[in-house]
């Protein structure tokens, strides 16, 4: 053991000579991530509450054939705007969010008691126009159903003959879950963290010291070679354990300041302590296969050009289960990067993870851990390791 702490305090000590590096590496994350959460809920909140309370402009093409509607939706903070020349092209140069056509035979099918036809110009790939068109489709909605259930009335009909089911929901969503929806990403900003914390350490301990030829007298002072690289591994794995915790004491704190901007969520600490324990195989995952690719790369630019694809790796499952949202499943635990996302989600929303999910999460992740740790010690066997070129 003491060849082993020898080397991971030495490489601890490099780092805090390093002030600028140090302070990348422990900080930036912490300051960051917090940062663009509680940013990020702001504009949200910001656009929210602009877009539902200003008034909606809404151009209207044939307004003279249903004066009543428009004078309806005057009434509701609609401001009626004479209709551009040509809509469809307003609205693909998103010069309009909507626009509202209303044929010439309204008049006609309403006199009748048919439905009377409108239509609505939108681009639903536009995210900035689905607001606006929301409330134009809620506004038109009440105003048929008002309209229906005066004509069922002068008829001598109960408006709720027309309604065979009365279908009400009860959501069982408790305030922790729904934040947790909206804090999907969250999971992949920690489990990033996590994966490339140490990578600053790890590049400059292996490619680094190649580079700088000082790698080639460490590895014949009498200490085994398994030894040397596992205090390396050691020494980054602090470091990433540590900028985590800023992380999470971060996040903690930053979340008082999240009422302001709609986000009730309380990380106490015994959650921070749970996350910790899920992320530390990630840690350790992410050492052992940094110090893997890094001990085979010949210079620190080498090293650093393999980071562009590492950090697509948490992205996947976040990705996947956008698109293709999948129940818990136990399998699901022993996977690599979905099994911290889907138990940092947990955790988030309050929900039990059972004892068996606890025990295959961390053999998986642990035994990954230990798979990476012993290729690493295998690859400081390799002779041409002390080699720079």
């Keep these: 053991m003491s060849p082993l702490l020898t080397v991971m305090a030495k490489e601890l000590l490099d780092l805090f000579r390093d002030r600028r590096t140090l302070f990348l590496s422990l900080l930036m994350g912490p300051i960051l991530f917090p940062a663009l959460i509680l940013g990020m809920a702001k504009l949200a909140s910001n656009r929210m509450q602009t877009e539902m309370e200003k008034p909606l ?25 004479p209709a551009p020349a040509d809509a469809d092209a307003a609205i693909r140069n998103q010069s309009e969010d909507v626009i509202l056509r209303i044929g010439p035979d309204y008049g006609k099918q309403w006199h009748g008691s048919l439905p009377a036809s409108v239509e609505i110009l939108q681009d639903s790939s536009r995210e900035a126009a689905e607001i606006p068109v929301k409330r134009l489709e809620t506004l038109l909605g009440n105003y048929s159903q008002t309209a229906g259930a005066l004509r069922l009335v002068a008829r001598g ?58 790698l080639e007298p460490l590895l014949a002072t009498p200490a085994a070679r398994a ?10 794995t602090s470091i990433g354990l540590l900028s985590l915790v800023f992380t999470l004491v971060a996040f903690k704190l930053s979340f008082a300041f999240g009422p302001a901007l709609g986000l009730k969520l309380d990380l106490s600490f015994w959650t921070i302590a749970r996350m910790l324990l899920v992320l530390l195989p990630i840690v350790l995952v992410g050492t052992c296969l940094l110090t893997l690719i ?10 650093q050009s393999y980071m562009s694809v590492l950090i697509l790796l948490p992205m996947v499952p976040t990705i996947v289960l956008m698109v293709n949202p999948i129940k818990d499943q136990l399998w699901q635990f022993a996977i690599p990067f979905l099994a911290q996302n889907q138990m940092i989600l947990r955790l988030v929303r309050s929900e039990h993870v059972s004892a068996m999910e606890w025990a295959v999460y961390l053999a998986a992740g642990f035994g990954i851990g230990l798979l990476l740790w012993w290729l690493a010690a295998r690859r400081y066997h390799d002779e041409r390791l002390a080699i720079s070129a």
């Design 157 to 214: 009909i109960s408006p709720g003959a027309g309604t065979a089911l009365r279908v009400s929901h009860r959501d069982l969503a408790t305030p922790e879950s729904r934040v947790g929806q909206a804090l999907a990403f969250l999971p992949y900003l920690l489990i990033l963290s996590g994966f490339l914390g140490g990578a600053a350490l790890v590049i400059d301990v292996t490619a680094g010291e190649r580079e700088r030829q000082s």
């Design 227 to 236: 030894t040397i690289m596992s205090g390396k591994i050691l020494a980054a």
């Design 294 to 303: 890094a001990a085979g790369a010949k210079s620190v630019k080498e090293a």
């Design 57 to 81: 402009s809404v151009p209207v093409i044939g307004a003279e054939h249903a004066p009543n509607l428009i004078a309806w939706l005057a009434g509701q903070n609609i401001v009626i705007k």
